[in-house]
């Protein structure tokens, strides 16, 4: 246990379904961030937000797209995706976002686009 | 854009034995981490480090940032079957105003009892 929950956990959607992603950290941090986790390829990083401002957005496709509400919660609106947006989504989320930037991971939710 | 390379991609061991994987870049960096991820689970931390020659234990984790600081190794000694899973490098450049991490490619790690 991380102290960064995800739900939900799997989720199967077609492409024209919205869905979205939720995230909470208990952690007190101020930096949260959504990782995508494809087969066989290193962690990409899609958004990093500090103190509820987004300060990275890192080339993703509009079809995806976040929300801070708070500094404990994210989450990730998704519509018309495609099959191969299919991947396991990691949320993250750090104290603040500098030098000593461990990142602790929630488990992530297992995305299939049909 | 910059990369981590991770070796080796897959290791399958006794028990008992020891392990070392290793990251290397050609982008020096100013923080490492090592990550292990279990099936269905997300990654989680295992040692960070922050200077440039500095080792670190966890246990029966060892792990270096390298003199360079473009590269850095995780041992495992002793392994055992709950060692299994993909282990994880990851680097940030510079002080960040973003939080931006760079992963490697990640070592499965397979354990015969």
Known sequence: ETGVTQTPRHLVMGMTN???????????????YWYKQSAKKPLELMFVY?????????SVPSRFSPECPNSSHLFLH???????DSALYLCASSQEIG?????????GTRLTVL | GQQLNQSPQSMFIQEGEDVS????????????LWYKQE???GPVLLIA??????LTSNGRLTAQFGITRKDSFLNISASIPSDVGIYFCAGQLSPSNT???????????????
């Open chain 1, 50 to 58: 500090s103190l509820e401002e987004r300060v990275e957005n890192n």
């Open chain 1, 78 to 84: 998704l519509h018309t995706l495609q099959p191969e």
């Open chain 2, 49 to 54: 480090l922050y200077k440039a020659g500095e």
């Open chain 2, 21 to 32: 994987m290793n990251c290397t870049s050609s982008s020096i960096f100013n923080t490492w």
């Open chain 2, 99 to 113: 939080g931006k991490l760079i992963f490697g490619q990640g070592t499965t790690l397979q354990v015969k009892p």
């Open chain 2, 39 to 41: 099936p269905g689970e």
């Open chain 1, 99 to 107: 030098r000593a930037n461990e990142q602790f991971f929630g488990p």
């Open chain 1, 18 to 32: 919205k869905k979205s992603l939720k995230c909470e950290q208990h952690l007190g941090h101020n930096a949260m």
